[in-house]
């Protein structure tokens, strides 16, 4: 089956820094990957180089049948690879209201105007926010805007979405809350991702298969089992450590144990 | 906010370094537009006569409606150079940017002479349509929106490049570039943009040299002549200025609403990286459009340069010069200091939203939207006593009006740096028993002197380039380099007034190059 998002071999260099060195990773269609890793892993880098903001120097990206990015050419455009995105700081429009910031994506790809206004409805009812579609974002709960920014990103029906680290920085019933949501959301649709995270946990309550990144390279991939049978890093082992509530090997008092 | 910034001893010596700041703009600013409301009853019938004389209320419109053509005009060129410049990948994009931007800081009196040299009759490019087109109120308007459309584009190029990068981008995943342009980027930073249409309708309304050298009548060419021409009437100015301080205030309230509450929270240069939006196959004509733009900026000055050599005025212009350009550059120097004294201290207090720091923002911006005329007949009502004539007949009016005129430099553009300041800073300082100066020049002062040496550049600039103002009260003898050649324009050889506007041009130049090169290369 051909992979919905897939990285071929992919670099992206800042000046001399790599930021993606030789990046191998294939996410297929229905699949919600959890792509995990440190602060200035690459993560971010990664999302960028698919959602074409970022040109690769080397390497191939590939949507589907379709060539996004090969060997530093752009090949489609930001605007014609039908991806969606959740930014961390949400990127709402502040000048548009609810309505007009689901409104905009689907205008731009041409979308007629009835079916427009039927498919933001559904999505407004669907994520909960139904009678804030005139209010601007500067006017909606920190809750209601992370609510808005999926719902922008999933009412254009992408061919994949990807959420940058979208639950950093809420509180914990905010997240348990808004993590339902989008596994709901994802199973409802089908719907591909790859949803960019620090937390093992978080990935768990979304994902069925996982990434870790170091460096700017891809250190292991596959389910949860595979991190756990032989993690590959060390950070993978204290990834597994939180989660499983384990004192990490070398702190003060030692050897893995279970929380009671 | 509260805790250590508010300690009663930090407290009073903020107090007390406000009062200062606040004391110096009542008395260049407030006082004088004061002084215009408390008037005999002699001077409100003067201004009752203003209002029903068909003339001259005729007059008024006639000026607010060039004013309003300047601006449309002005953004409709700058905006989309704006655009240009600062989100897409034309080519060169800030060479053409510095050389679009540059007569920004020139009396745009210098710019017209230089278009007289190209279009008048007897000009390189010049023929008697040209000419009759030239001295006409739509010349008028044209050479005001190419000489103000950059500070247009420089408002909406430092708007976009304070969005938050990824309100672009979460456009550009579902848009095309011109669509992200027109419903994402111009709307949000719509605050920049619709200031700077502030700014060019003000500028636009207060001058006063391009109109009366293309004898267009305006609204503050009958206030200057009758300060000082045939029609000498200083009552009669008196009154008709006061219908002008009810533009100001309603300039002001639109500031207010537009920018005034949001004025400090978009400054921030963006620190991502971000791609700049791709033109396709409109690159090539986007360039031509930036560079042509770019050109048109300059092709007065080399006309200038033209008239000047060609008559021999370079070898004669140190003659006529006198002591213009010190009076400028000291009058200037001293302003501008004074400019980014009370810029530190009122621009903090506003930064922080402490108390009194938002009136004495309001109090600046008032002083620079208020039209030149209204200003200047104020400072001459308020200054032209005889206790005071140590201050009115010496360079020192010149200091106090630049002062009032242009503190909103000073407090903006420091008040916008220190609210990028986490606050965090001057707390953990507050805690560590420091007091408010030692604050600010312990905390505040190094960590922004090259921004503070920027506000200091470029209060100086828009001193030097001041003509409308210090043309209704220099002091004789005494004149700046921009009024000694607006007077000698009407009488004086072309070739020399071409050159001194040059040797205008080059002061202006040096002192951005040296100033700026000397900032660029000290670190941040």
């Known amino acids: ?260 | 906010m509260g805790g250590p910034l508010r300690s009663p001893a930090g407290r009073r010596e903020r107090e007390v370094a406000l009062s200062a700041a606040g004391a110096a703009l009542l008395l260049g600013s407030v006082a004088p537009l004061a002084s215009l409301l408390v008037q005999e009853g002699s001077a409100w019938r003067g201004a009752l006569d203003v209002l029903t004389d068909a003339s001259i209320f005729a007059l008024l419109v006639r000026s607010l409606a060039l004013s309003a053509l300047v601006t449309a005009l002005a953004l409709s060129l700058g905006v989309p150079l704006g655009v240009l410049v600062a989100r897409t990948d034309v080519a060169a994009p800030w060479p053409a940017a510095l050389l679009h931007a540059f007569p920004m800081f020139l009396p745009p009196f210098l710019l017209a002479l230089g278009w007289f040299h190209l279009f008048g009759a007897k000009g390189l490019l010049g023929s008697a349509a040209t000419s009759s087109v030239f001295f006409s109120a739509a010349g008028v308007v044209l050479i005001l929106a190419v000489a103000f459309a950059p500070v247009v584009t420089a408002l909406v190029a430092l708007g976009l490049e304070s969005l938050d990068p990824s309100l672009e981008e979460a456009a550009r995943v579902a848009a095309r570039p011109l669509r992200v342009v027109t419903l994402i980027l111009l709307p949000a930073a719509a605050p920049a943009w619709l200031l700077s249409a502030i700014v060019v309708f003000t500028l636009a309304f207060s001058e006063l040299a391009v109109p009366m050298f293309l004898r267009v009548d305006v609204f503050p060419a009958a206030v200057f002549s009758r300060l000082g021409g045939l029609d000498y009437a200083p009552g009669e100015a008196l009154g008709l200025v006061l219908p002008l301080l009810g533009l100001a205030l309603l300039l002001l309230a639109v500031e207010r609403r537009l920018a005034g509450a949001r004025s400090y929270a978009v400054l921030g240069l963006r620190s991502g990286r971000l791609e700049r939006l791709p033109l396709g196959r409109w690159r090539g004509a986007a360039t031509l459009a930036v560079w042509a733009a770019a050109f048109l900026s300059v092709a007065p000055l080399v006309a200038l340069a033209w008239r000047a050599a060609s008559g021999g005025g370079f070898s004669q212009a140190g003659g006529w010069l006198g002591g213009a350009p010190w009076t400028s550059l000291s009058t200037a120097a001293i302003a501008a200091t004074i400019i980014v004294a009370i810029g530190l201290v009122v621009g903090h207090s506003a930064a922080r939203r402490l108390g009194g720091g938002g009136t004495l923002d309001a109090v600046s911006v008032l002083a620079f939207v208020a039209p030149a005329a209204v200003l200047g007949v104020g400072l001459i009502a308020l200054w032209n006593r005889p206790g005071l004539r140590w201050v009115y007949g010496s360079a020192g009016i010149l200091v106090v009006g630049y002062v009032a005129r242009y503190a909103v430099i000073g407090v903006r553009t420091l008040g916008a740096l220190i609210a990028q300041t986490p606050l965090h800073l001057e707390e953990a300082a507050a805690a560590a028993g420091a007091g408010f100066w030692r604050r600010l020049t312990r905390v505040l002062l190094p960590l922004h002197a090259r921004g503070i040496g920027f506000a200091w550049l470029l209060a100086l600039v828009f001193c030097l380039r001041d003509l409308e103002l210090a043309v209704l009260f220099y002091p004789p003898g005494r004149q700046p380099l921009t009024v000694r050649i607006f007077t000698l324009e009407a009488n004086g050889p072309e070739p020399v007034v071409a050159a001194l506007a040059l040797a205008h041009v080059a002061m202006t130049a040096v002192v951005l190059g040296a100033g700026g090169g000397l900032l660029w290369r000290r670190p941040a």
Not at chain 1, 67 to 94: H, I, K, N, Y
Not at chain 1, 160 to 167: G, I, K, Q, R, T
Request: net charge negative.
């Open chain 1, 1 to 260: 089956m051909t992979a919905a998002v897939a990285l071929e071999g992919v670099t992206l260099a800042y000046g001399d820094r790599k930021a993606l060195d030789e990046v191998t990773l294939s996410v297929a269609p229905g699949e919600v990957l959890a792509l995990l890793g440190p602060s200035a892993s690459g993560k971010t880098s990664l999302l960028r180089a698919v959602l074409g903001l970022a040109v690769p120097t080397s390497g191939t990206v590939r949507l589907g049948e379709e060539v996004a990015t090969r060997d530093g050419c752009l090949l489609l455009r930001p605007e014609e690879r039908g991806l969606g995105v959740v930014f961390q700081d949400l990127a709402l429009w502040p000048h548009l209201t609810v309505e007009g910031n689901l409104g905009f994506g689907l205008a731009a790809r041409g979308v007629p105007r009835r079916e427009a206004v039927g498919r933001i409805a559904a999505m407004v009812r669907r994520v909960g926010l139904a009678g804030t579609e005139r209010r601007h974002p500067g006017d909606l709960s920190g809750g209601q805007r992370q609510r808005v920014a999926i719902a922008r990103a999933l009412v254009l029906e992408p061919r994949a979405v990807l959420l940058d680290e979208p639950l950093a920085s809420i509180d914990v019933d905010l997240r348990r809350d808004l993590l339902a949501l989008l596994r709901e959301l994802f199973a409802e649709g089908g719907t591909t991702a790859v949803h960019v995270t620090h937390d093992l946990r978080e990935a768990v309550a979304v994902a069925s298969c996982f990434a870790v990144m170091e460096e700017g390279r891809i250190v292991q991939q596959g389910a949860l089992d595979d991190l756990r049978r032989a993690p590959a890093t060390p950070f993978v082992g204290s990834l597994l450590d939180d989660l499983e509530g384990r004192m990490p090997v070398g702190e003060p008092g030692g050897e893995p144990r279970r929380v009671p």
